[in-house]
């Protein structure tokens, strides 16, 4: 299974970005697909995630200010940032478990990180 996330950049606090994150390869099915963020010197946090079902977890950090979804038929999620912070500067990576086949287990897999700044 392979990740492909692009989106990100840099912006003005207050300011919005999206990112977006696309899963390729051997799947038979995906259940979480969500977002991780670290920044420097820092651990790395989740950030938000998905279930399958639709059920959604928000880092208390980014709660009413970011907005996950998934497209299910593109296997594909995205993070909508608004009203970004200078704390939300970060690499964000894309994660997803999967499983490959039928009776297989579900497997996490990591994106390559896209980086996000908001300016001082």
């Known amino acids: 299974v392979q990740l492909q996330a692009s989106g990100g950049g840099s912006v003005q606090p207050g300011g919005s970005l999206g990112l977006s994150c696309t899963a390729s390869g051997s799947i038979f099915s995906i259940n979480v697909m969500g977002w991780c963020r670290q920044a420097p010197g820092k651990q790395r946090e989740m950030v938000a995630y998905m279930r399958s079902g639709g059920n959604t977890f928000y880092a208390p950090s980014v709660e009413g200010r970011f907005t996950i979804s998934r497209d299910s038929t593109k296997n594909t999620t995205y993070l909508q940032m608004n009203s970004l912070r200078p704390e939300d500067t970060a690499v964000y990576l894309c994660?997803?478990?999967?499983?490959?086949?039928?009776?297989?287990?579900?497997?996490?897999?990591w994106g390559q990180g896209t980086l996000v700044t908001v300016l001082q």
């Open positions: 994660t997803v478990d999967a499983k490959e086949d039928y009776g297989r287990s579900n497997v996490r897999y």
